[in-house]
């Protein structure tokens, strides 16, 4: 059975260096909105506003959120992203069972998609993907219990969120599933580049496509 509605939530991790980008993603404009924005957006089509936990960097500006959102700031710098999952969690324990764990950078996330790593949750701990044969950690849904094991492991030395889901019962969609509830797997498609940032103002419409030279 998936998680009720009211009882999900949704960790944004937006706190990265972006150091292949070249500036915060999270401010980075995606028609009317940021990135950061419209990952929030796109999360509260199925999860309570009050569910959702943004994590950034302590000194990083944020873009204007909509009430309810909470954000929690990485007091410790260069913890990785394993570290931000154990904030964003544990932030949002007592007011969900299970959470949508996402970077801020993946814009175009449907409804479909989540819904479909949460109806999963009811045989594991974590549900994600695993596209070509390579499995693709975020986004997941996580149990919110997931934010001890993520605190051991980072007592441990550890830093990758590949080592969270691999400590934890978790069930790796094929693609054929992915499909099924997003056909062009769009929901996958993250910002690290200047080049992957253009493509996904393309496909959401927001851009004109660079003409192809002969």
Known sequence: MSVPRERRGGVILCGGKSSRMGQDKAALKFGSETLLQRTVR????????????????????????????????????????????????????????????????????????????????????????????QERPLPAAMRIDAAGRAESLLDDGERSLKSLTHRLECRWLDEATLRGADPELRSLINCNTAADYQRALELAGLAQPKQQTR
């Open 42 to 133: 796109r999360l509260s089509d199925c999860i309570p506003l009050t569910g959702i936990t943004c994590v950034a960097a302590c000194r990083q500006p944020l873009p204007d959120l909509p009430k309810g959102v909470t954000v929690v700031r990485d007091l410790q710098p260069g913890q990785g992203p394993l570290a931000a999952v154990a904030w964003g969690m544990r932030a949002a324990a007592d007011v969900c069972d299970a959470a949508l764990v996402v970077a801020c950078d993946h814009p175009m996330l449907s409804a479909p998609f989540i819904e479909l790593l949460f109806a999963q949750l009811a045989e594991a701990d974590c549900v994600a993907g695993r596209v070509e044969g």
